[in-house]
């Protein structure tokens, strides 16, 4: 069904490009048409990403049929796909044109070693370059020096809860989680390991409440004993099915799954607010691409409005993009209107990886 699904909006968005498209062929037509026809002759374009099938279909189909340029995916795992890379690099070879890779490898492994360039002197488009088109009123890059930039905006909390055991207003805020009616009932994964429970100890000793307060907080949760695994699958599955009231650190692909099954599990918004994680969905460009007129196309075609609808169809997300309209995202990813969020930007995995070593000791007991 999603594979029917998925055709039906490639469909649909090449019978939309002949008018969301235009914007992207007649804005800055000089330069612009200059560029989109050296990238034709170089005919193809090479992309280390870390995408679903689906995805990878949809912008094979909708920007290789717009510009007449192959796309060419090597996917895996972003932690598999710098390996590869950074393996290559130092054998003289150039074979990538742009990568889409989760952040955190991204700052943590590729950028250290200095082979990202710049994407802002390369966005050339007015509706790309305009800043207010964007979620959070600017463009979305994930660090300071500007070498990556979010293409989708889902929300998450990184806690779920039974809605049959959770009242709607029982829990407002994160330190709700503290109150004895929920000792027992609560499992959380291990923060300490690299994952959403991680982002969700980063988030508490970051922007919902600073070092000091948050440190606070996450002992206080310790010492209220909750179930501790490092099984992503069956912790959501224990909330889903009733054997726990409330997950923390919890994935919301995991939630979305056993929630399409019926079962009364759902992510819970709080006071303080949440993130907005795009995983893999950033876009990279290494300093010495073998197509640079076809990756420089491909970086501003995907932050169009017909680009970032191709991609927020295809991994049914949010778009990062506003104005865009995209059909059966899940609401529980979607912002909602007042409500805080926060992009997870380089500062984030910073604070992520300190928090990480405080969970390993705050929360020793438990693995035990």
Wanted: hydrophobic residues 45%.
């Amino acid at each position: 069904m999603k594979k029917i699904l998925s055709c039906l909006s490639i469909l649909f968005i090449l019978v939309a490009s002949a008018a969301a498209g235009q914007a992207a062929e007649s804005a800055d037509k000089p330069e612009w048409d200059k560029i989109v026809a050296a990238a034709k002759k170089e005919g193809k374009l090479v992309i280390y990403a870390e995408l679903d099938p689906d995805t990878r279909q949809a912008l094979t189909s909708v920007f290789g049929r717009k510009f007449g340029i192959q796309l060419e995916f090597v996917a895996g795992k972003s932690a598999e796909i710098s390996k590869r890379y950074l393996s290559e690099r130092g054998a003289g070879l150039h074979l990538p044109d742009v990568f889409h890779m989760g952040a955190g490898t991204a700052i943590n492994i590729m950028k250290p070693q200095k082979v990202f360039a710049p994407l802002e002197p390369l966005l050339l488009l007015p509706e790309v370059k305009e800043r207010s088109a964007y979620l959070f009123g600017d463009i979305p890059y994930l660090d300071k020096d500007r070498t990556a930039i979010a293409l989708i905006a889902p929300y998450t909390s990184y806690v779920s809860v039974n809605t049959a055991m959770v009242k709607e207003g029982e829990l407002k805020s994160y330190k709700d989680v503290l109150s004895p009616k929920w000792k027992g009932k609560v499992v959380l994964y291990d923060p300490a390991i690299p994952s959403a429970a991680a982002g969700w100890a980063a988030f508490m000793i970051g922007n919902a409440y600073g070092l000091e307060e948050g440190t606070k907080f996450l002992k206080e949760f310790a010492s209220t004993q909750p179930v501790m695994i490092k099984d992503v699958r069956q912790q959501v599955e224990w909330v889903a099915r009733g054997k726990y009231a409330i997950g923390v650190g919890t994935q919301h692909a995991e939630i979305s799954n056993f929630k399409m099954l019926g079962l009364p599990i759902f992510m819970q918004r709080f006071v303080e607010g949440g993130n907005i994680n795009p995983a893999s969905a950033f876009i990279e460009r290494p300093t010495n691409p073998p197509h640079p007129n076809a990756a420089t196309v491909y970086l501003n075609w995907v932050l169009t409005e017909e680009g970032q609808r191709t991609v927020a169809e295809g991994m049914s997300s949010p778009p990062i993009r506003k104005g865009v309209t995209v059909k059966g995202i899940d609401p529980m990813k979607i912002v909602k209107t007042g409500e805080k969020a926060f992009l997870t930007d380089e500062e984030f995995y910073h604070v992520q990886g300190k928090a990480m070593g405080l969970a390993k000791e705050i929360f020793a007991a438990l693995r035990q």
